[in-house]
């Protein structure tokens, strides 16, 4: 049940090898050492993308809204309408700081 990830055998980003299971005899070192390996991946991450939007004009922002106002048995009332069309997003970002991709092999600090 569940599982996001596609069932075909793909590539462990750290490793030179396939994705084939590691076995428990492999300690931290061999991982280390095939991280250092003849893939040169980087176990940082310097770019995400980006959760903002431009709208028509130019402003930036996560959500739009627009005030309408509504009419109601002579009342008037004003309600907040979200704005979903028209929205370019930002694209790629550069992290201030870089951080650490999830599948990073190795356990960084065992309690």
Same mark, same amino acid.
């Given at each position: 049940?569940?599982?996001?990830?596609?069932?075909? %055998?793909?590539?462990?980003? +750290?490793? $030179?090898? $396939?994705?084939?299971? =590691?076995?428990?005899?492999?300690?931290?070192?061999?991982? /280390?050492? #095939? *991280?250092?390996?003849? #893939?040169?991946?980087?176990? +940082?991450? !310097?770019? #995400?993308?980006?959760? *903002? &939007? &431009?709208?028509?004009?130019?402003?930036?922002?996560?959500? !739009? &809204?627009?005030?309408?106002?509504?009419?109601?048995? $002579? #009342? %008037? @009332?004003? @309600?907040? @309408?979200?704005?979903? @069309?028209? /929205?370019?997003?930002? $694209?790629?970002? %550069? /992290?201030?700081?870089?951080?650490?991709?999830? =599948? !990073?092999?190795?356990?960084?600090?065992?309690?």
């Amino acid at each position: 049940m569940g599982g996001s990830g596609s069932k075909a %055998k793909g590539v462990w980003p +750290f490793s $030179g090898s $396939g994705a084939g299971g =590691d076995s428990a005899g492999d300690g931290n070192e061999q991982s /280390l050492a #095939r *991280l250092k390996g003849s #893939r040169s991946a980087t176990p +940082f991450i !310097f770019t #995400r993308r980006s959760s *903002l &939007y &431009y709208d028509e004009d130019g402003d930036l922002a996560h959500e !739009f &809204y627009e005030e309408t106002v509504v009419t109601k048995n $002579g #009342r %008037k @009332k004003s @309600k907040l @309408k979200r704005i979903q @069309k028209n /929205l370019i997003p930002q $694209g790629i970002v %550069k /992290l201030d700081h870089p951080c650490i991709h999830v =599948d !990073f092999p190795i356990v960084l600090c065992e309690v």
